[in-house]
């Protein structure tokens, strides 16, 4: 009997979806623990809503998977519709894909920026607060230097001297660094080797990631940044520094690099930082002369026991 993952995995071979919605995506980062709910029309897929599911004891969490920009609905609308028709289409489809989600105790996604419609969630009782990515929008690349905060030329040239871009570090390496960049701030690493082993397997056989590294004279690795892409735009999805080499700026130069890689080499127009929204990282996008994008963060709690422990650490 074709269940709906079968029916999704057509339905991602068929359209073009962003990348973290794809079902081999939610292969590598949740295993068989996610699902999805789909609204068909003579028997294609019109719209999905995957999740992760997770169950710790008794409850059943549909969270954000690590390493996972976003998720939320996506749609396929039927061309020549006026806005209002749309608009009605959207909100019909949408409440179908929420009637599906199974029972849970907890659900929390990062819908893509695309998605600004998040009514039928908000009759339902849901939750959304606002949250930011930082974007650039690349055309010719003179200008996008010229853009940048001179502080930032000037740490890009820095480094330029200091270090040289290859791309002949391992996964391994490019895990060392990323787990520093952790350690400096008494923080425990989000995932394992073998989690981003699986992560970089997934892309790497499709093609969609590239590892940058800024290494000095004496073979010492300053910097790493690992660029996934789909079919539309770029993503900084992870990136690493040794502290103790953090004044050469090469993790300036790594994010120059991967621009002119996305522009050049990829072909696309769109540079997404993937957030961030922690204030000590935030002015280093704007420095970028990357604009802010809002997107939603959706969220409900359903269990009374998490609500109170929700209370009391919002985030």
Known sequence: METNKDRYRIFCQKEKLPLFQND????????????????????????????????????????????????????????GQKYASRLSYEMELTEKLIAQLP????????FHHSITNWLPFYWKKYSQTTRYTYAL???????????????????????GDLVKVSHDGT?????????????????????????LKRIDNALAQRSQRKIFFAVDSEGKNHS???????????????????????????????????????????????FDFLGSMIESVEPVRRAFGAKQVPYFQVRKINSLLLQLVFAFSPT
């Open 24 to 79: 081999w995506w939610l292969d590598a980062v949740c295993g068989e623990e996610w699902g999805v709910s789909l609204v068909l029309q003579d028997e294609q897929v019109v719209a999905s809503l995957p999740y992760r599911i997770e169950k710790k004891g008794w409850f059943c969490f549909l969270n954000m998977p690590k390493l996972t920009g976003f998720l939320g609905p996506a749609i396929i609308y039927p061309t």
């Open 171 to 195: 996964l391994k390496d490019f895990y060392t660094l990323f787990c520093m960049t952790f350690e400096r701030q008494k923080l425990k690493p989000p995932v394992s080797f073998d989690f």
């Open 103 to 110: 029972s849970f105790s907890f659900f929390r996604q990062n």
């Open 224 to 270: 790493a940044l690992y660029l996934s892409w789909d079919h539309q735009t770029a993503y900084v999805h992870m990136v690493g520094e040794d502290p103790a080499l953090r004044n050469s700026g090469a993790g300036m130069l790594l994010i120059w690099k991967a621009i002119e890689f996305t522009k050049n080499e990829l072909k696309l127009t769109t």
């Open 137 to 159: 929008e690349l055309n010719d690349l003179t200008l996008t230097f010229e853009e940048l905060k001179s502080s930032v030329r000037g740490k890009i040239r820095k480094a």
